[in-house]
């Protein structure tokens, strides 16, 4: 029923990314076969439901979540085959490396506020990507 298949979950600084904006990201990201991508921030999972629809039939290298909110880390466990971290991003030290970053950037809080290239160089250092990692944001 519809009752069981909604979950009111409240968690502060959720900001949901909007489905037709999930979606316009995750194509202009130009996601290929093998890459490995993280979602720093992930809250609902807009952003994973527009990947996995987009990239149906594309085998990718692995896909890692993080969500600080509990009970939407869990949610996100159960819906998308993805390695699914709880806690917050800036303060994970062994996220690995990616070939792209999917964020929308007003969901991770005040960074939503820096200049695109303060944005950059913060998740640059943090996650210590390899060259040639692309960052799709809006």
Known sequence: SLRAGVQVVSAPQLFPTPAPVAEQ??????VRGGMVVLEPSAGTGALLASLFKQTE?????????VEINQ?????????????????????????????????????????????DLGIRAVMAQVLHWQRNTTIAGE
């Open 71 to 115: 009970q939407l880390a869990a949610r996100l466990g159960e819906l998308w085959v993805a390695d699914v971290r709880c806690g917050d991003f800036l303060a994970l030290d062994d996220l690995g490396r990616y070939d792209l970053v999917l964020a929308a950037m007003a969901s991770i809080g005040l960074l939503g506020f820096l200049s």
């Open 57 to 65: 039939g594309k085998a990718l290298g692995g896909v890692t979540v």
């Open 25 to 30: 990201l995750v194509r202009l990201a130009d």
